[in-house]
């Protein structure tokens, strides 16, 4: 199902007064970030929409909801949206401001590989930049088995080890930042092995982003879950973008493992 959103959810809400916490600055600003250059993030919203094939009262998961920014818009287009999130703080705030605008969304605390969930009850699951910081994908990939209904969609949004953007990140800048300590190609060869602490009482991944190729290879082991696209962004919006007129950016399209985030779609057939 394709939508086209006018005006986000966000840049309407009301904002109660009573609330201030890190999470809150952290909303804020990540809000305003959205607002004043929207057309990425209303990209992502329409593409999870269109892939999880999201109708009115729908069940929908996000795995790692942070401040709930995709939550609130999901909600708004008519779907009962749950959450799990590691950071208590983080549940908490997203579940104050969806009571405080009639949203229906509920978030709550928990571990992505032990969730508190029935058998077949959601009806899609998306998780946005979560993947690459879970302790153990196995586990994760198994239970989000266990709480989709048969024939229901699971949409995982993450970053490439490929990209030149991550690679310079992860390359460069993030062995400046820590001092070497994380960085460099030592770290990146290794990087399924460090475990960063968040400061929210939890360590999980540091940033261990996979390509697409990992992935295809992946899930081949779940046998309930039937691949249906494993691609990258720069694919997704070279197909769905006009923008993608420019004929520099059409040279690039074998490039497409390369170049974006990777997107994974599968359905649980069982």
Sequence with gaps: MKIIIDKLMISRMSIPKYINSKRFSEFLKRRKNILDHPEKFIRDIEMIYSFLEIEKRMK????????????????????????????????????????????????????????????????????????EHIWDKNKAIKECIRVLKPGALILILDGNPFDPRVLYE???????????????????????????????????????????????????????????????????????????TNKFLKFLYPFYPFIGNVIILAEKIK
């Design 170 to 244: 992860q390359l460069v800048k993030k062995f400046i930042k820590t001092k070497g300590k994380y960085g460099g190609y030592k770290w990146i060869l290794n990087r399924d092995k460090f475990m960063e602490d968040y400061g929210i009482g939890w360590k999980g991944k540091d940033e261990d982003v996979r390509s697409i190729f990992w992935w295809k290879k992946f899930l081949h082991q779940f046998p309930d879950l039937k691949p249906k696209l494993i691609t990258t962004k720069f694919y997704y919006m070279y197909k769905n973008d006009a923008y993608f």
């Design 60 to 131: 929908i998961l996000e795995i790692g909801a942070g401040e709930g920014l995709e939550l609130y818009e999901i909600a708004n287009l008519g779907a009962a949206c749950y959450g799990i999130e590691i950071c208590l703080e983080c549940a908490e705030l997203v579940d104050k401001l969806a009571d405080h605008n009639n949203l229906n969304i509920a978030v709550i605390k928990g571990d992505a590989c032990e969730m508190p969930f029935l058998n077949n009850f959601f009806d899609g699951i998306y998780a946005k930049n979560t993947f």
